[in-house]
């Protein structure tokens, strides 16, 4: 382009070339000069590459494959960028698939298993939705720290009695572990099964959908008695996204409870909402699973927030797993964004 700009004659490129050489080039230029003149400008390009490019695809190529997000997604992104423009520069025949995957495989793991389940296509909407997923972290981190910090102050004065308060959290324990145990004598002696408390026999099989006061067990049994956890649920009830009917006047007080669980190979969180009028999943989960996915009336709900969703397409017979446990559900699809499962 600079020799179009000037119109430089091909029998001076050469020369016009010299001129910006600097540092070890110059050097160089100067040493491969002593054998005479170079005045060709397609062999003067030839020694270039030959002498400052040697082996630099393969070295781009190798720093490539080993970049991992070791700072924040900006650096990373910064870093990345970099080196794909040198590859490209060498080999253009790299697509976007390429890219992004290379980008959302070096994100950190907290990042990554969150930016994956969107399936980004190209590099500028992943590494948005990673620095998305950052802020998050980050916020989440501070409050973290800002209750870690009020709680050492508020139990400063209480400094001198660390044997009680380690009596009180190993009771809670132990009172936790008490009702998991009285629960598993009960249904053993009722001749319950553990899964789903229905009557057990050899032919038993447990149904599809397990009902709520089965699952409210064992959330009794698993229930902290700190007041802190009471206070922790009052402030989900808030934030979280539960489905409902539009009249919810009528309804008893909602309790509800986070879950790890998976579904396949997908790490999933759960809310159990003993408000939900159903169970549902997110469509962005749904079209992960590639599950065949049937037609229903349509059924009009209401989140949390007072938004409308409309629920008229199911999948039928939806294993999921949590705590250990294996379930089968027909779950209806709604835009949830908060929880990638709502149990009802």
């Not at 382009?1 to 080039?25: D, H, I």
């Not at 599809?208 to 009471?230: F, K, N, S």
């Amino acid at each position: 382009m600079f020799f179009e700009l000037y119109a430089v004659q091909p029998s001076l490129k050469t020369r016009f070339a010299a001129l910006n050489f600097r540092g070890v080039a110059k050097t160089w230029l100067q040493t491969v000069q002593r054998k005479g003149r170079v005045l060709d400008w397609d062999r003067l390009c030839e020694l270039v590459m030959n002498c400052f490019d040697k082996d630099q695809y393969q070295l781009l190529l190798k720093r490539f494959d080993a970049l991992k997000q070791t700072g924040s997604v900006e650096d990373y992104q910064m870093e990345f960028e970099k080196l794909a423009q040198g590859i490209l520069l060498y080999n253009s025949g790299y697509d976007d698939t390429y890219f992004v995957t290379r980008f959302v495989a070096g994100l950190k793991e907290e990042i990554r298993s969150v930016i994956a389940l969107h399936r980004p296509r190209d590099v500028d909407t992943a590494s948005a939705l990673a620095l998305l997923q950052e802020e998050e972290l980050a916020r989440e981190k501070n409050k973290a720290s800002g209750y870690s910090k009020s709680s050492f102050k508020q139990g400063a004065d209480r400094s001198k009695l660390p044997d009680a308060d380690k009596s009180k959290g190993d009771g809670q324990v132990k009172e936790s572990d008490d009702k998991l145990a009285y629960l598993r004598d009960f249904r053993r002696k009722n001749d319950l099964c553990f899964k789903c408390g229905g009557k057990w026999d050899k032919n038993h099989k447990c149904p599809a959908q397990v009902p709520i006061h089965v699952i409210e067990e064992l959330l009794d049994a698993l229930e902290e008695t700190d007041q802190d956890t009471g206070s922790e649920e009052a402030e989900l009830e808030d934030v979280v996204m539960a489905v409902g009917h539009s009249d919810v006047s009528a309804l008893p007080k909602r309790r509800t409870m986070k879950l790890h669980g998976r579904v396949g190979k997908l790490e999933i969180l759960i809310l159990v909402d003993s408000g939900s009028v159903g169970t549902f999943i997110s469509d962005i989960l749904a079209n992960q699973l590639q599950l065949p996915i049937t037609s229903c009336e349509p059924a009009q709900f209401v989140a949390a927030d007072g938004g409308p969703m409309v629920c008229n397409q199911r999948i039928q017979n939806l294993q999921w797993t949590t705590q250990g446990y294996t379930f089968t559900s027909s779950v209806g699809i709604l835009p949830l964004r908060c929880f990638y499962m709502i149990l009802g």
